[in-house]
Structures are given as structure tokens and as C-alpha cells.
């Protein structure tokens, strides 16, 4: 099944079933997680991705490439699963499990099995994404 990324009536499910199978697991755990942490957060599919958002984007799935044909390299970089926080900048990050990668507000972490998602770490850092989510809402409300 192909997966056209511009398609606008497509759904995160069609986007999990076009991945191959390893995939598919990483982000159905990815987004389980999710759902749970950020229950007020709505999902859509923008750049052929799911993204979560509140008051502003909170965060994304980015899964590998569904076309590599179009790569050169067959690199492990190009197969993993990314958890990207929009606010990423504004989060503690103490155990360095965001990824900067010379961005400046937009950080991330990469999964290349299920095994590597620890769970706990993942429902702390969408927590505190949805608390600096939150505060992004107080500052709607206090301009009233």
C-alpha cells in the first residue's frame, strides 16, 4: 500500500500501515504514550507526519523515509523513528535525551527498535511538553 504524504483526507492509521512492520510498532508505542500523556491535544497529519497540538504544537512522529528509492545512502540514520518537541528548547533536558542537532528550538529523540523507548522517560518529557504547553494557554487567557 502507498502512502501519498499529500494527501489532506489520509489518516495517521494509513501513514502506520504503509511503514514497514518495525516501524509500525515504534510509532504505535510512540502515540499510545502520547494520548495518554497529552489527552487534551488534538492529532493530524501535516507534512505527512502525525502532530500533536493544544494551544500550539506540542509534538511529532516523524517516521524513516516511506520512499528510499530516492536515497543514495542505506544509512541507519535514514531508518529511524523520530519523537520531535516543538518547544524542545524550553524543556530541562538534564539526561540529554533530546537531541539538539544544531537546531534551535526543535529537539528530538530516535528509535530504531521498540526496545529502546523507555517508557517513563517519554510520559516525563510529554508531561512537561504539555505544562509548557499549558502556559502557552495562561498567556492567551491573561491578554483577555
Not at 506540542?58 to 524513516?64: A, H, K, L, R, V
Not at 543514495?72 to 539538539?100: C, I, P, W
Request: proline residues 4%; hydrophobic residues 35%; contains cysteine.
Amino acid at each position: 500500500m502507498a502512502f501519498n504524504t499529500k494527501d489532506r483526507s489520509a489518516s495517521v492509521e494509513e501513514l502506520i500501515q504503509a511503514l514497514p512492520s518495525g516501524e509500525q510498532l515504534i510509532i504505535k508505542r510512540l502515540r499510545s504514550l502520547i494520548l495518554e500523556c497529552l489527552p487534551k491535544a488534538t492529532e493530524q497529519l501535516q507534512y505527512g507526519v502525525p502532530f500533536y497540538r493544544h494551544h500550539r504544537m506540542i509534538c511529532f512522529i516523524w517516521p524513516p523515509p516511506l520512499d528510499c528509492s530516492k536515497k543514495t545512502s542505506n544509512s541507519k540514520e535514514e531508518k529511524r523513528v523520530g519523537l520531535g518537541f516543538y518547544h524542545g528548547n524550553q524543556m530541562a533536558n538534564e539526561d540529554g535525551a533530546l537531541l539538539v542537532e544544531g537546531r534551535k528550538q526543535v529537539y528530538y529523540m530516535f528509535f530504531q527498535s521498540i526496545s529502546e523507548i523507555n517508557d517513563d522517560q517519554i510520559r516525563a518529557l510529554l508531561f512537561e511538553a504539555g505544562l509548557i504547553d499549558d502556559a502557552f494557554g495562561m498567556k492567551k487567557k491573561s491578554r483577555r
